[in-house]
């Protein structure tokens, strides 16, 4: 999402109406996210404070929700207070040293209100080959946890000689908005209190007494602190591919991906069209709206 561009960049159909004939256009992109975040505020008006279990909508999941979409948006004053409206009263956070390591599910049940940091249950569609052991976790990814960073010990398991990760923390949840809120904070100029929030989350995932808080000279070092604690942080949350599109359009975070299998590499760039999935043939067979 491009604020400059997206009047003019084709959507997606949002029918507004149940009749199954009807064949909406694409609309523009600028159209499309102010109907996704309409109805947000209007469900946030609509649904009460707190839903009976962590699955169900509510207000606050909500106002998280417009937050995440804002900042995929690049519209950081209004991410910053959506996050902050929701951290003003769901703010706690798990203390990373009562979690249990080297299991398969170390968190709290989310359902019905086990975890406290879970505002909206919502795990991604599962594939049998996420949970075999033949799926490892990137190297890569793995040396960007310090040594006693207890996320690289909790969020990992063992299983068939590879380390895989655990997937009962998925959805929206109060780290995901600390994030947010740093990052907003600091993209304002604020880099005192931006850093002074990401290390209220950090504490909690270091062992007791042993966090040294991050410290950043100017706005830059602590964008790419932060972004660097949203990639270890919300890892396995499905919030990477979004956060990928959104940086690469400032030269300062874009990033080339590169993955090798069977003797062959194979790189994306940044804003490479195949970061834009195709629309289905059989879709555009019954409402021929443009290919992507």
């Known amino acids: 999402y491009d604020p400059l561009t997206a009047a ?4 997606l159909p949002a029918p507004v109406v149940s009749d199954v004939n009807n064949r909406p256009g694409r609309g523009s992109l600028a159209g499309l996210y102010e109907r996704i ?20 909508p509510s207000k606050v999941a909500a106002e998280a929700m417009l937050a995440r979409v804002a900042l995929g948006m690049g519209n950081y004053p209004l991410a910053l207070s959506q996050a902050e409206k929701v951290l003003a009263t769901h703010s706690a956070l798990i ?22 940091e879970m505002l909206f ?10 949970n075999t052991g033949i799926v490892a976790a990137d190297p890569e990814l793995l040396s960007l946890f310090a040594p006693n960073d207890l996320r690289g010990k909790i969020y990992f398991y063992s299983i068939g000689g590879g380390l895989i990760y655990n997937r009962n923390y998925e959805g929206i949840a109060v ?27 950090l504490v909690k995932r270091y062992p007791t007494g042993n966090f040294v808080p991050l410290q950043a000279v100017g ?4 964008l790419q602190m932060v972004i660097s604690e949203r990639r270890k942080e919300l890892f396995g949350r499905g919030l990477r591919w979004q956060d990928l599109r959104r940086l690469n ?7 080339t991906l590169r993955r090798s299998y069977d003797g062959v590499e194979y790189v994306l760039p940044p804003g490479d069209n195949r970061y834009t999935f195709p629309i289905p043939d059989d879709e555009l067979a019954g409402n021929p709206i443009g290919q992507n």
């Open 219 to 222: 706005e830059l070092e602590a």
């Open 175 to 201: 780290d995901e908005l600390y994030l947010i809120r740093a990052e907003c904070l600091v993209r304002a100029g604020d880099v005192a209190r931006g850093m002074q929030v990401l290390n209220s989350l």
């Open 8 to 11: 003019n960049e084709p959507g």
């Open 95 to 116: 203390d990373f040293n009562t979690i249990r390591q080297g299991v398969s599910n170390p968190f709290p049940e989310a359902l019905p209100k086990g975890n406290v």
């Open 37 to 56: 975040m309409g109805d947000l505020q209007e469900a946030s008006g609509l649904l009460p404070l707190e839903g009976a279990s962590r699955n169900r």
């Open 249 to 255: 359009q400032d030269a300062r975070f874009a990033k």
């Open 121 to 130: 249950f919502s795990p991604k569609l599962s594939y049998v080959i996420l």
